[in-house]
T-cell receptor
Framework: GENVEQHPSTLSVQEGDSAVIKCTYS??????FPWYKQELGKRPQLIID?????GEKKDQRIAVTLNKTAKHFSLHITETQPEDSAVYFC????????????????FGAGTRLAVHP | DTGVSQDPRHKITKRGQNVTFRCDPI?????LYWYRQTLGQGPEFLTY????????KSRLLSDRFSAERPKGSFSTLEIQRTEQGDSAMYLC????????????FGNGTRLTVT
Protein backbone atom coordinates (compact mmCIF):
# COMPACT_ATOMS: atom_id res chain seq x y z
CA GLY A 1 0.00 0.00 0.00
CA GLU A 2 0.88 3.67 -0.04
CA ASN A 3 3.50 5.01 2.37
CA VAL A 4 4.20 8.71 2.90
CA GLU A 5 7.33 10.05 4.55
CA GLN A 6 7.63 13.66 5.68
CA HIS A 7 10.66 15.77 6.58
CA PRO A 8 11.68 17.52 8.71
CA SER A 9 9.74 16.56 11.83
CA THR A 10 10.37 19.99 13.35
CA LEU A 11 11.22 23.30 11.69
CA SER A 12 12.04 26.57 13.36
CA VAL A 13 12.26 29.80 11.35
CA GLN A 14 12.36 33.53 11.98
CA GLU A 15 9.35 35.60 11.03
CA GLY A 16 9.64 36.63 7.39
CA ASP A 17 11.78 33.68 6.37
CA SER A 18 10.60 30.89 4.08
CA ALA A 19 9.75 27.38 5.21
CA VAL A 20 9.90 24.22 3.10
CA ILE A 21 8.46 20.83 4.04
CA LYS A 22 9.08 17.78 1.88
CA CYS A 23 7.20 14.52 1.42
CA THR A 24 7.82 11.38 -0.57
CA TYR A 25 5.28 8.74 -1.51
CA SER A 26 5.62 5.15 -2.64
CA UNK A 27 2.59 4.39 -4.84
CA UNK A 28 3.09 5.84 -8.32
CA UNK A 29 -0.67 5.55 -8.89
CA UNK A 30 -1.45 8.14 -6.22
CA UNK A 31 -2.95 11.15 -7.89
CA UNK A 32 -4.03 13.64 -5.22
CA PHE A 33 -1.80 15.38 -2.68
CA PRO A 34 -3.32 17.70 -0.06
CA TRP A 35 -1.64 19.58 2.75
CA TYR A 36 -3.34 20.10 6.11
CA LYS A 37 -2.55 22.51 8.93
CA GLN A 38 -3.41 21.47 12.47
CA GLU A 39 -3.20 23.89 15.36
CA LEU A 40 -3.03 22.55 18.89
CA GLY A 41 -6.32 20.94 19.90
CA LYS A 42 -8.00 21.77 16.60
CA ARG A 43 -9.08 19.93 13.49
CA PRO A 44 -6.78 19.42 10.50
CA GLN A 45 -7.64 22.09 7.94
CA LEU A 46 -6.90 21.86 4.24
CA ILE A 47 -4.58 24.66 3.14
CA ILE A 48 -3.70 23.63 -0.40
CA ASP A 49 -3.86 20.56 -2.63
CA UNK A 50 -2.45 19.46 -5.97
CA UNK A 51 -3.40 16.82 -8.48
CA UNK A 52 -1.03 14.66 -10.46
CA UNK A 53 -1.67 16.46 -13.74
CA UNK A 54 -0.22 19.70 -12.29
CA GLY A 55 3.39 20.43 -11.34
CA GLU A 56 2.91 23.51 -9.15
CA LYS A 57 0.13 25.41 -7.46
CA LYS A 58 0.19 28.71 -5.55
CA ASP A 59 -2.18 30.40 -3.17
CA GLN A 60 -0.86 33.70 -1.83
CA ARG A 61 2.10 32.83 0.45
CA ILE A 62 1.68 29.08 0.04
CA ALA A 63 2.82 26.93 -2.86
CA VAL A 64 3.07 23.22 -3.50
CA THR A 65 5.27 21.50 -6.07
CA LEU A 66 4.96 17.93 -7.32
CA ASN A 67 7.58 15.77 -9.00
CA LYS A 68 5.81 12.61 -10.18
CA THR A 69 8.97 11.02 -11.54
CA ALA A 70 10.75 11.27 -8.21
CA LYS A 71 7.50 10.73 -6.27
CA HIS A 72 7.93 13.71 -4.00
CA PHE A 73 6.05 16.91 -3.30
CA SER A 74 6.83 19.95 -1.20
CA LEU A 75 5.08 22.75 0.65
CA HIS A 76 6.60 26.22 0.47
CA ILE A 77 5.53 29.01 2.81
CA THR A 78 7.00 32.44 2.13
CA GLU A 79 7.10 35.47 4.43
CA THR A 80 6.23 33.32 7.43
CA GLN A 81 4.20 34.82 10.26
CA PRO A 82 3.78 33.67 13.88
CA GLU A 83 0.23 32.47 13.06
CA ASP A 84 1.75 29.98 10.63
CA SER A 85 3.03 28.07 13.67
CA ALA A 86 1.28 24.68 13.67
CA VAL A 87 1.74 21.07 12.64
CA TYR A 88 1.58 20.51 8.90
CA PHE A 89 0.64 17.17 7.36
CA CYS A 90 1.10 16.04 3.81
CA UNK A 91 -1.02 13.24 2.40
CA UNK A 92 -1.36 11.14 -0.71
CA UNK A 93 -4.40 9.43 -2.09
CA UNK A 94 -4.37 6.32 -4.24
CA UNK A 95 -7.05 6.29 -6.93
CA UNK A 96 -10.40 5.03 -5.70
CA UNK A 97 -11.88 1.72 -6.75
CA UNK A 98 -14.97 3.49 -7.99
CA UNK A 99 -15.17 6.42 -10.34
CA UNK A 100 -15.26 9.80 -8.71
CA UNK A 101 -13.96 11.18 -5.45
CA UNK A 102 -10.99 10.23 -3.35
CA UNK A 103 -11.71 7.51 -0.91
CA UNK A 104 -8.87 7.85 1.56
CA UNK A 105 -5.75 9.76 2.43
CA UNK A 106 -2.45 8.36 3.67
CA PHE A 107 -0.79 10.95 5.88
CA GLY A 108 2.80 11.74 6.71
CA ALA A 109 3.86 11.98 10.34
CA GLY A 110 3.72 15.76 10.39
CA THR A 111 6.09 18.73 10.67
CA ARG A 112 5.91 21.02 13.66
CA LEU A 113 6.63 24.53 12.37
CA ALA A 114 7.57 27.26 14.82
CA VAL A 115 7.79 30.83 13.56
CA HIS A 116 9.62 33.12 15.96
CA PRO A 117 8.91 36.88 15.98
CA ASP B 1 -21.24 26.32 12.18
CA THR B 2 -22.08 24.03 9.24
CA GLY B 3 -18.89 21.99 9.42
CA VAL B 4 -18.38 18.41 10.57
CA SER B 5 -19.37 17.99 14.20
CA GLN B 6 -18.34 15.23 16.58
CA ASP B 7 -19.64 14.26 19.97
CA PRO B 8 -18.35 13.96 22.62
CA ARG B 9 -15.16 16.05 22.46
CA HIS B 10 -13.56 14.04 25.23
CA LYS B 11 -14.25 10.60 26.65
CA ILE B 12 -12.53 8.94 29.58
CA THR B 13 -13.34 5.32 30.15
CA LYS B 14 -12.02 2.34 32.03
CA ARG B 15 -10.44 -0.55 30.22
CA GLY B 16 -13.01 -3.10 29.16
CA GLN B 17 -15.87 -0.65 28.79
CA ASN B 18 -17.67 0.06 25.51
CA VAL B 19 -17.75 3.54 24.02
CA THR B 20 -19.63 5.09 21.12
CA PHE B 21 -18.81 8.28 19.23
CA ARG B 22 -21.03 10.21 16.88
CA CYS B 23 -20.21 12.20 13.75
CA ASP B 24 -22.49 14.55 11.85
CA PRO B 25 -21.02 15.34 8.43
CA ILE B 26 -21.63 18.39 6.31
CA UNK B 27 -25.18 17.89 5.14
CA UNK B 28 -24.60 17.62 1.39
CA UNK B 29 -21.61 15.27 1.72
CA UNK B 30 -22.19 11.66 0.67
CA UNK B 31 -18.82 10.31 1.80
CA LEU B 32 -17.86 9.95 5.45
CA TYR B 33 -14.50 8.83 6.83
CA TRP B 34 -13.14 7.83 10.23
CA TYR B 35 -9.50 8.36 11.10
CA ARG B 36 -7.48 7.80 14.25
CA GLN B 37 -4.65 10.09 15.35
CA THR B 38 -2.16 9.36 18.09
CA LEU B 39 0.18 11.93 19.60
CA GLY B 40 2.86 13.06 17.20
CA GLN B 41 1.48 11.13 14.25
CA GLY B 42 -0.64 11.86 11.23
CA PRO B 43 -4.21 10.61 11.02
CA GLU B 44 -4.58 6.93 10.09
CA PHE B 45 -7.44 5.81 7.88
CA LEU B 46 -9.97 3.49 9.57
CA THR B 47 -13.03 3.26 7.34
CA TYR B 48 -15.28 5.13 4.96
CA UNK B 49 -18.89 5.22 3.88
CA UNK B 50 -20.59 6.31 0.73
CA UNK B 51 -24.09 7.13 1.86
CA UNK B 52 -25.03 4.20 4.12
CA UNK B 53 -22.64 1.69 2.51
CA UNK B 54 -19.34 0.96 4.26
CA UNK B 55 -17.00 0.66 1.27
CA UNK B 56 -13.65 0.09 2.89
CA LYS B 57 -12.23 -0.90 6.27
CA SER B 58 -8.60 -0.69 7.29
CA ARG B 59 -6.84 -3.63 8.86
CA LEU B 60 -6.39 -1.28 11.83
CA LEU B 61 -10.11 -1.71 12.49
CA SER B 62 -10.17 -4.83 14.67
CA ASP B 63 -13.34 -6.79 15.37
CA ARG B 64 -13.80 -4.70 18.53
CA PHE B 65 -14.50 -1.69 16.31
CA SER B 66 -17.72 -1.20 14.41
CA ALA B 67 -18.96 1.78 12.44
CA GLU B 68 -22.41 2.46 11.08
CA ARG B 69 -24.15 5.08 9.02
CA PRO B 70 -27.70 3.75 9.01
CA LYS B 71 -29.49 6.49 7.09
CA GLY B 72 -26.58 7.87 5.16
CA SER B 73 -26.39 10.94 7.38
CA PHE B 74 -24.71 10.74 10.81
CA SER B 75 -22.31 7.94 11.69
CA THR B 76 -21.35 6.17 14.89
CA LEU B 77 -18.09 4.46 15.80
CA GLU B 78 -18.27 1.94 18.62
CA ILE B 79 -15.33 0.38 20.40
CA GLN B 80 -16.07 -2.67 22.51
CA ARG B 81 -13.93 -3.88 25.40
CA THR B 82 -11.65 -0.86 25.20
CA GLU B 83 -7.91 -1.28 25.70
CA GLN B 84 -5.32 1.29 26.72
CA GLY B 85 -3.93 1.16 23.19
CA ASP B 86 -7.23 2.54 21.92
CA SER B 87 -6.43 5.91 23.52
CA ALA B 88 -6.25 8.38 20.65
CA MET B 89 -8.06 11.18 18.87
CA TYR B 90 -10.81 9.82 16.63
CA LEU B 91 -11.43 12.12 13.69
CA CYS B 92 -14.38 12.11 11.36
CA UNK B 93 -14.27 13.72 7.92
CA UNK B 94 -16.70 14.13 5.06
CA UNK B 95 -16.53 15.00 1.40
CA UNK B 96 -18.71 15.31 -1.65
CA UNK B 97 -18.92 12.36 -4.00
CA UNK B 98 -17.04 13.91 -6.93
CA UNK B 99 -13.52 13.94 -8.28
CA UNK B 100 -11.34 16.39 -6.43
CA UNK B 101 -13.60 16.90 -3.44
CA UNK B 102 -11.42 17.59 -0.38
CA UNK B 103 -11.93 16.05 3.05
CA UNK B 104 -13.31 18.30 5.78
CA PHE B 105 -12.44 17.15 9.28
CA GLY B 106 -14.30 17.52 12.55
CA ASN B 107 -12.63 18.52 15.81
CA GLY B 108 -12.42 14.89 16.88
CA THR B 109 -13.22 12.88 19.99
CA ARG B 110 -10.29 12.36 22.32
CA LEU B 111 -10.53 8.96 23.98
CA THR B 112 -8.56 8.14 27.12
CA VAL B 113 -8.68 4.57 28.37
CA THR B 114 -7.49 4.18 31.96
Amino acid sequence: GENVEQHPSTLSVQEGDSAVIKCTYSDSASNYFPWYKQELGKRPQLIIDIRSNVGEKKDQRIAVTLNKTAKHFSLHITETQPEDSAVYFCAASPPPPLSGGYNKLIFGAGTRLAVHP
Amino acid sequence: DTGVSQDPRHKITKRGQNVTFRCDPISEHNRLYWYRQTLGQGPEFLTYFQNEAQLEKSRLLSDRFSAERPKGSFSTLEIQRTEQGDSAMYLCASSEDRVGSPLHFGNGTRLTVT
